[in-house]
């Protein structure tokens, strides 16, 4: 998976946009199980 990869060469995962989303939130309102696990299992911060 890409978002595996961009979490083993160090992304800030936890970053926010203009909007103050994170991928986290940006996965859990697109209803992307999968990358909302992966994230939420590697201790990143959502609102």
């Known amino acids: 998976m890409f ?21 986290v939130d940006y996965a859990d309102k697109s209803g992307n199980t999968d990358v909302f696990t992966l994230l939420t299992q590697q201790s990143v911060p959502w609102s």
């Open 3 to 23: 978002i595996q990869l961009l979490i083993d060469y160090g992304a800030d995962i936890g970053a926010k946009d203009d909007k103050g989303m994170t991928p």
